[in-house]
Structure formats: C-alpha cells, structure tokens
C-alpha cells in the first residue's frame, strides 16, 4: 500500500465510532459497512480502519507484488463499483502486467484495468453478513472510498489465503488512517460557449483507439457529459433513461453478448458475455447470473446516450449513463475484440432505444 499522506480532517474518536456502529449492526443486521459510514458520517474505509483488531487487519508492502500473488487465490468474485452501480463477477485472476500506477488483469471472467495511484489504504476483513461469515481484501482511495474488494469464495485456496495475509499483515495495527483530499478526475473548466466545438469534433472524427477518449477531453478542457452534450448527433445521442432496462432485456432475450464497464477510482471493471436473469427491485436493475451480478440504481440515471467512437473497423458504439455529478454509471458495449467489425445484434439491439428529441 502507497505511505499515508497529510490529513485534511481531524482525528476521528475510535470508541465513539465504535459504538455507534455496533449499535446500528444491532438494530440492522444486513447494514452493509457503505451505508453504516454514511449514517455515522465517515468514509467506509476510515469505518473498517476503526475496527482493526475486531476482524480487520489493516495490510503492507508493494501493492504491484501482492496483486501478482492474486492467482494462486483460485475462485474469489472481483467487486468494483461507484456511487450509482455494482459490478460482481466470479473468477481467478491472472494474466496480471502491474507495475507503477497502471496495471491490467485479462483472465477470462475477472478482466480489470487499475490505476494504482488510488489504491491508498488495504485490509483484510472478516465480517458477518445475512448469516454467512464474508471475507475479503479491501482497498480504499486517500478519501477513504472504495475501489476495489476481492471476496473469497467457497473455491479459494484457503492454504494460499492465509499465506498472502501473513506476508502482507502491517506490522503496526493501527486502527486510524489519514485522509486526504481526492481530485476530481476532469472537472469541467470551461463554459459550453467557451469550447471550440468544432475542433473538438475534428478531435474526436480523428480518434483511431477509444483509449484516446479521454486524452481528447483533457485537451479540449470538457467532461464527458459536457462533450456529449456538444459534440452533435454524428458522435452522440441521447436516448431515453429507460434505455438500460431495454437493452439489458433485449440482450437476454437475443442471446447477444455484452461488454459491460464500472469503474471506481482505481479500477474499471468489465463483464464480457451474456447476460441471462434481469430483476426490477425498487429503483434498482439487478443482473443475477451464476458468474456476473450487476447493480444499477435507475433512480439515478439523468442522462443516458449512445455514443459512437471512431476505430479503424470502422465504429464502435456504447451505451453510456450518468448521474447528475457527473459519474459515468456504466458503459455498455457489444462484445468485439480489436481487428473485428462492431457487432450487427448490437447496433440492432441499440435502434430500440427511444431517442430524446
């Protein structure tokens, strides 16, 4: 893990923090430790730090090296998610090329792309949770926001588990982290009439690899939403908030694999396949198959659009939904790999979505 860094809030009261999460597990069981650090007005990772010694221990030593141990892990299920979504997928890790502030994992069902940068603080927890006992490495941001868990499953390698724990158990429990302020990725910097608008699509009209999008952003001092917003029907749509629940339908009815992205701070997540189990509950659409689960609250979506990028194939096209802060929800693409044209299933799966006029 990266050396703790000047905090910016004062010290939290252990004991009382203590407490007052006790009593919330005592009158809510499944409380999950998220939603118990926002009651109690903390971060989630300065709420886990709290209880080291009562089944947390806080971790450290080269995060590139305790990442390319992961395999040996066998089956555990990959959880990243944002403010908005959840994205769970089962899997082993490996193919791992980490080192600096970038890594990548490319197994076949854990495919994660990691910005090391925002893996601060690491634990390994031990906790209850509708009674089942749950354990997990837990990684926060200097903020104290999550970015990444990786859960055990009844297929780990428990031997390997308590070896990779041992190796990178602190050797001072502390049960208090210093946090920081996180800067915000792209904040937007400049009014909509101050964009050049047609370089920007002259920008974007030149893009040969999506990985080039953000790069593009950065130059032309937008967001995201400030770019789709200006940048003109050729390259952007919106399209109806509901377009998630049609399309996530329309793929498990017509079989069409998916490409489906969350990203934290310091991961993004991808899910590649079908998706098959789709379930409503409240404001949340719930992907529930054996290996991929997903998590979407609808409630807050307030933008939703298709988004067309330029690649030598010719166009790659996603789905892409935001909330009113500007987080990208999730991404949506159809299933391709580099060097193979865009998939007519899912062009055709995307014409369902109603356009906002």
Known sequence: MQELQTAVAPRIDIPALLNGYRRLRETEPGLRARDAAQRLGVSEGALVASRVGDGVVRLEGELPALIRELPALGRVMALTRNEYCVHEKKGQYDHIDVGG?????????????????????????????????????????GDGKAVHKIYLTEETDRTAW?????????????????????DE????????????????RDHWRALRDPHDFFAML??????????????????????????IRTVLDGAAASGAPLMVFVGSPGVVQIHTGPVSNIVMAGPWINVM???????????????????????PEGVVTSLELYAADGTQIVQIFGKRKPGVPEREDWR???ATAEVVA
Request: aromatic share 8%; charged share 30%; hydrophobic share 45%.
């Open 101 to 141: 502030v970038m890594g990548i994992v490319l197994a076949e069902d854990i495919d994660l792309r990691l910005f090391l940068r925002h893996w601060r603080f690491g634990f390994a927890v031990k906790e209850a949770s509708r009674g089942r006992e749950l354990e997990s490495l837990q990684f926060f941001d």
């Open 162 to 182: 308590r070896a990779l724990l041992n190796r990178y158990t602190a050797a001072v429990q502390s049960p208090l982290i210093d946090i920081v302020n996180v």
């Open 185 to 200: 990725p792209l904040p937007e910097r400049l009014a909509d009439d101050a964009v050049d608008v047609d370089s920007l």
């Open 218 to 243: 950065k130059k032309h001092k937008v967001t995201r939403t400030q770019a789709l917003r200006l940048v003109g029907d050729e390259f952007a749509t919106r399209v109806d908030d509901g377009a």
């Open 289 to 311: 198959d054996p290996g991929f689960n997903l998590h979407l609250r609808t409630d807050a979506i307030v933008s939703s659009w298709i988004v067309r990028k330029p690649v």
């Open 348 to 350: 055709a799966l995307l």
